[in-house]
């Protein structure tokens, strides 16, 4: 909302506030000021000129000598380019020394040998924006009308010696998109009050009502509709005053009638409409709901098809207008109209905001319209665009208004204690400074032991609650008044929770092992949605999906990290490794919330290092990734309790996929992409791993146990043990490690072997054993006890033999 500082003093006393003052006061009380401009800020020496001759530039075409009277001892010659400037004309001159906007300063010059002392302007030139300036004038001087004074400062005439504050709006705030509804605001702010506009209308003995009927069919949606008549009108321009103050608006002029319709519509913030009456078609107006694939062609000339859910004005046969919003050309003002019904109406929010959204059609009178506007301004509204009209169009008012009126709106009425208040507020207001903020804001109120009754008035459709009272009275009292206190109880420092405290070191883990978090949507395709999942049930369907690749809430986060890489890969970034620590969302049943629960994914292809200079190289494999999430055990102390198997997954390689096991409950998995996979996404070799993050999180680890080092030397026996090809790695190293007793201290496996000499199904594995007690030297008669039951326990276990 565009607000004229000028136009506001109309209506409320701004003597001894400027308009700095009056924005700071503005947001203080909790209307934000989004800024302040001048519309005349560093323009300087432009005076209103007349033309007195205008004569073809003798060696260019399109330029004109022009002689030009600014109120001095003679007329300056000024060349001019401007298709419509004639001898007679009132215009605006940038004289010799004068600055326009981008600080472009006027000097003498010769054009074409002739010389020129000034610059006749377009209004484009002095600052205003082209959507605002009247066709006339788009493409050319503006024009001033004739009993503009010569010599006066035209950024005055033009209303540009202003200042204009921008009102950052919230919706609720409806009442202050019109001047009347900022200046009660204004008022209430600085205890003066709000001067209405004078109606002055001399109406005729004719009645509105004998030429032209209102019949509404659709109550709900237009529980008010007025009509008012003005004969003998004449088309013209508006008056300049006019004009300027809708332009500060941002609404371009257009003619007197429809200017005038404007005005008031920012002025009370009630929306009008001009037909012309005798384009319109019949004596009545009947207000109904559109029907099916009805035809309306609207002002900006274009054709509108129609559904029963859009509100329509009708001479009783065809639409002439889309109620709220815009309307039809068929019915429009011109310039040969000469009677005009002037529609004043009161329209449900609702229908219009479909009206609007359905043809995007977003107009001033539908912003208003959806927001609400007030009830008791409809009447009057109409009163005042009849007044001006008589006065600037020199129309003749017909007697009446032809009204269909089935409006019930009052008043709202709220009760509330002054106890209440102050405890809210946390301030120790009186009853009477509360009556005080309550006149001020012109809400009628009573008040008795403490507490209030108030009247809220319809223009004030925002207030509904107590809190909504409470909150005017805590603004208007002043935020910055509102004493500062401590809450009340008892105080302990704020901390991380265990979990996130176990976040944020996971988190820090996997970014100095150089993986970088990503963020994804959580919304999927219904081809994505199951693809990954550690837990599938039935998927969720958004109810108004923005798309149908973003209609599903994910499963899984594995497909989105594939996404990601997809993307970097398609920009030239082949070496990428990222996680994500996300929700995934499992339906129960229909009525009830999904289970929302956290996993940890990652996704890995490229380069894991690449040292150029000493020509080394290490492509991401299987043991990166693992060597990725076993550095997140450790860091969470779960070494000990993690464990692997071999998996079969969908869109997984099927011979480098591991179930990943937390005290042997799955938890996950890790692995490669299956190839088909990687080839539909453009992807090289990737792997990926998705982990319950919260069951990793859920452990609890005992705390770390400190040991000395050993004083006496370990010893190290390593075994090559022949195996079925079926019997995994993970197995024999569980059987060792459970058969080596308390002097086995280490296992690992170093070696795979099937090549040549080597039964067919069969394999080598080698591992390595380092045996040693912290409190004496091991002999080799301890050793070999311990490990001839190694040795035994993994021939009857598992079958395997001592590679010979």
Not at 282 to 298: C, D, M, P, Y
Not at 425 to 441: C, N, P
Not at 672 to 700: C, G, I, M, N, R
């Amino acid at each position: 909302m565009f607000v004229s500082y000028n136009w506001l003093r109309e209506y409320v006393d701004l003597s001894g506030i400027d308009a700095y003052e009056l924005a700071e006061k503005i947001t203080k009380s909790g209307i934000e000021v989004e800024g302040v401009e001048k519309k005349s800020e560093g323009l300087k020496g432009v005076v209103v000129g007349h033309v007195v001759e205008r004569e073809k530039h003798p060696e260019a075409d399109k330029l004109n000598i022009c002689q030009v009277d600014l109120g001095g001892e003679a007329p300056l010659q000024i060349i001019c380019g401007a298709p419509n400037v004639d001898k007679g004309q009132k215009v605006a001159v940038a004289t010799v020394g004068a600055v326009l906007p981008g600080n472009f300063k006027i000097k003498k010059a010769k054009l074409r040998g002739e010389e020129s002392n000034g610059m006749i302007c377009s209004l484009q030139e002095l600052g205003f924006e082209a959507k605002l300036i009247a066709k006339e004038y788009a493409t050319g001087i503006f024009v001033f009308p004739n009993e503009t004074e010569v010599g006066t400062d035209a950024l005055e005439a033009l209303g540009m010696e202003d200042y204009i504050l921008e009102l950052g709006l919230t919706p609720n705030r409806a009442d202050a998109m019109s001047m009347l509804g900022v200046a009660y605001e204004v008022a209430a702010i600085l205890g003066r009050e709000v001067k209405w506009p004078e109606i002055n209308t001399v109406e005729a003995a004719e009645k509105a009502s004998e030429i032209i009927s209102v019949s509404v069919d659709a109550k709900e949606d237009a529980p008010l509709y007025t009509v008012k008549v003005i004969k003998d009108v004449k088309i013209a321009p508006s008056p300049l005053w006019m004009q300027t103050k809708l332009m500060a608006s941002g609404i371009r002029p257009h003619n007197n009638i429809v200017d005038i319709t404007n005005y008031v519509m920012l002025e009370y913030g009630q929306p009008l409409h001009a037909f012309d009456y005798d384009r319109f078609g019949s004596k009545e107006v009947v207000v109904r709901r559109a029907k099916e694939k009805e035809i309306l062609v609207t002002l900006d000339d274009a054709e509108r098809k129609l559904t029963p859910e859009h509100v329509v004005i009708t001479n009783g046969e065809e639409p002439v207008g889309m109620a709220g919003v815009m309307g039809g050309a068929n019915s429009e003002v011109n310039s040969d109209t000469t009677t005009v019904l002037l529609e004043s109406a009161y329209f449900a929010g609702a229908a219009i905001r479909k009206a609007s959204k359905d043809h995007g059609l977003r107009s001033e009178a539908s912003s208003r319209y959806e927001k609400g506007i007030d009830p008791a301004r409809t009447r009057e509204a109409a009163e005042r665009a009849a007044s001006l009209m008589a006065q600037y169009a020199g129309g003749t008012v017909l007697k009446g208004t032809v009204v269909a009126d089935s409006l019930t709106i009052e008043p709202a009425v709220l009760s509330i204690t002054l106890d209440k208040i102050n405890k809210i507020i946390g301030a120790e207001l009186t009853a009477d400074e509360v009556v005080s903020i309550f006149e001020r804001l012109k809400f009628e109120v009573k008040s008795e032991n403490g507490e209030f009754t108030v009247t809220v008035p319809t223009r004030r459709g925002d207030i509904t609650i107590e809190e909504d009272l409470i909150e005017e009275v805590a603004r208007l009292y002043g935020y910055d008044n509102i004493p500062t206190t401590l809450p009340v109880g008892a105080q302990a420092p704020g901390k991380l929770t265990a979990y996130q405290q176990k976040r944020r070191q996971v988190k820090r883990t996997l970014e100095g092992a150089g993986v970088y978090q990503a963020i994804t949507y959580s919304l999927t395709s219904e081809e994505k949605v199951s693809e990954y999942a550690l837990e599938k049930r039935d998927p969720i369907r958004l109810a108004m999906p923005m798309s149908e690749d973003r209609s599903y809430l994910r499963q899984s986060i594995v497909p989105q990290l594939l996404e990601v890489l997809k993307y970097n890969l398609a920009r030239q970034n082949d070496s990428i490794a990222v996680y994500e620590i996300g929700s995934v969302f499992l339906s129960n049943r229909k009525e009830e919330l999904p289970d929302e629960k956290e996993h940890l994914a990652g996704a890995l292809t490229g380069l894991w290092l690449s040292h150029p200079w000493q020509g080394e190289k290490k492509p991401v494999d299987f043991y990166v990734a693992k060597g990725v999430i076993e550095a997140v055990f450790d860091t969470l102390g779960l070494t000990q309790n993690i464990s692997y198997q071999q998996a079969k997954i969908h869109g997984m390689h099927p011979g480098r996929t591991a179930e990943v096991l937390l005290n042997n409950e799955s938890i996950g998995f890790i692995g490669q992409v299956h190839p088909t996979v990687q080839k539909e996404l453009d992807l090289k070799e990737t792997f990926v791993f998705e982990l319950s993050f919260e069951k990793l999180a859920s452990v609890d680890v005992e705390p770390i146990n400190y040991q000395a080092i050993p004083r006496y030397p370990s010893i190290t026996r390593d075994i090559a043990l022949v195996v079925d090809k079926e019997v995994a790695g993970g197995k024999l190293e569980s059987i060792i490690t459970d058969a080596g007793g308390k002097l086995l201290k280490e296992v690992q496996i170093f070696d795979l072997y099937e090549g040549e000499r080597m039964e067919p199904g069969k394999k080598s594995l080698a591992f390595s054993l380092k045996y040693y007690d912290p409190e004496r030297t091991l002999t080799e008669e301890d050793i070999a006890k311990a490990h001839e039951k190694v040795l035994k326990a993994v021939k009857e276990e598992a079958g395997a033999e001592l590679r010979g």
